[in-house]
């Protein structure tokens, strides 16, 4: 008999649901947000530290949802993580979270260095409203790079290009003109949404090149 897969997928919205297709990325929310039954509890996150990684790191093996360990995520793309408010893992990505933190701290003024801490906090204001909710903000869509998510109908949808794609569990479908829409509610955080502007090179899921 099939097993059912279990709930560990993040949405663009930050939600966690449960769906058959792989993700291209693994991450964590800080801590365990599971049972020994491997049920999501009512918890969504165990600390401000919240990452995106590689799906294997020198060799390692880890049973999924084990008994007292942190909760395993995946993503569609990397792209999906940023929406949900991950940021790259300092361990498994060491050169993608340099560049990162370059880039934040060249957006501020900051030393690079340094505000690693200062980084989780920002994010967690941006991506949270209270313990669960999902915090958007509105701006015109002509100014969003590639990689973004803005949500639409409540869909998520992403930015490629001049087009939008609506985000599915298994990859992009339905694009729209970009040009047909005004101004709109963002999902992915203000902070990475900069990111996205000053030249991080985010992976997309290859379902929305046009």
């Known amino acids: 008999m099939r097993k059912s897969p279990l709930q560990n997928r993040v949405t663009p919205h930050g939600e966690i649901i449960a769906t ?11 801590g365990r947000l599971h049972d020994d039954s491997k049920q999501l509890t009512a918890r969504r996150w165990a600390s401000k530290h919240w990452i995106c990684c ?6 390692r093996q880890r ?8 909760t395993e995520l995946f993503f569609l793309d990397e792209a999906t993580g940023f929406a949900a408010g991950h940021r790259p893992c300092a361990e498994c990505r ?10 934040w701290a060249g957006i501020r ?4 260095r340094a505000y690693v801490r200062d980084i989780d906090d920002q994010l967690h204001l941006e991506r949270l409203s209270g313990r669960k909710n999902k915090r958007t ?25 001049d087009a939008v794609l609506a985000w599915t569990p298994g990859g992009y479908a339905d694009p729209l003109s970009k040009r047909s829409l005004d101004q ?6 203000p902070s990475l949404v900069q990111i996205l502007q000053a030249g991080y090179d985010i992976q997309i899921d290859a379902s929305a090149d046009l």
């Open 20 to 30: 058959p297709h792989r993700g291209a990325w693994m991450g964590n929310r800080g």
């Open 54 to 59: 590689l799906l294997s790191f020198r060799g």
């Open 63 to 70: 049973q999924i949802m084990a008994p007292n360990r942190y």
């Open 94 to 103: 060491r050169s993608d979270f340099n560049r990162f933190i370059q880039l």
């Open 109 to 112: 003024g900051l030393d690079c």
């Open 137 to 161: 903000h509105e701006t015109s869509v002509q100014g969003l790079p590639d990689g973004c998510f803005i949500r639409f109908e409540n869909q998520p949808m992403l930015i490629r290009g």
């Open 184 to 189: 709109v509610e963002v999902l992915t955080p």
